[in-house]
């Protein structure tokens, strides 16, 4: 199984990038907004949360489905972190959340997989609130 850790450390990078260059403090006329040039490459290559991730099925390591990618978290240290993975409901509704770390999901012939999880594994994790 091919791991997921380039998709996620490229995310972070992007995460990571878009804070050191919005880190500084920015002063009327003098601010470039954007990418350089050099980073483009990097920007384009990447993946992308919308399109690549969020949403996407999350299948066990023998094609079951376990759930479904709702949300990513970056934490303050600009790290994309945890999953939050969506289990369970119809159509949204009583769905159970739970936040998984981004190191233990892997990438198989496109599809994001969660090596030894079932539906009921992950709706036996305390589930994922959100703070207020």
Same mark, same amino acid.
Not at 80 to 96: P, Q, Y
Not at 103 to 121: H, P, Q
């Given at each position: ?13 992007? +995460? ?10 920015? %002063? ?22 919308? $399109? ?6 999350? #299948? ?7 759930? $479904? %990618? ?17 289990? =369970?409901? +119809?159509?949204?509704? $009583? ?6 770390? %981004?190191?233990?999901? =892997? ?22 609130? #959100?703070?207020?």
């Amino acid at each position: 199984m091919k791991s997921t850790h380039s998709l996620w450390t490229a995310c972070a990078a992007f +995460f990571l990038f878009a804070a050191q260059t919005g880190a500084q403090a920015q %002063v009327a006329g003098t601010t470039t907004i954007g990418v350089a040039a050099l980073q483009v490459k990097a920007v384009a290559v990447g993946w992308s949360a919308r $399109k690549q991730i969020l949403g996407r099925t999350v #299948y066990n390591e023998t094609g079951e489905t376990v759930g $479904k %990618v709702d949300d990513l978290i970056v934490t303050p240290d600009d790290a994309v972190s945890f999953a939050i993975i969506g289990v =369970g409901g +119809f159509l949204g509704v $009583k769905r159970h959340h739970v936040a998984i770390p %981004v190191s233990l999901l =892997g990438l198989r012939a496109g599809e994001l997989v969660l090596a030894g999880a079932t539906k009921a594994a992950i709706k036996d994790l305390p589930p994922f609130d #959100y703070a207020d």
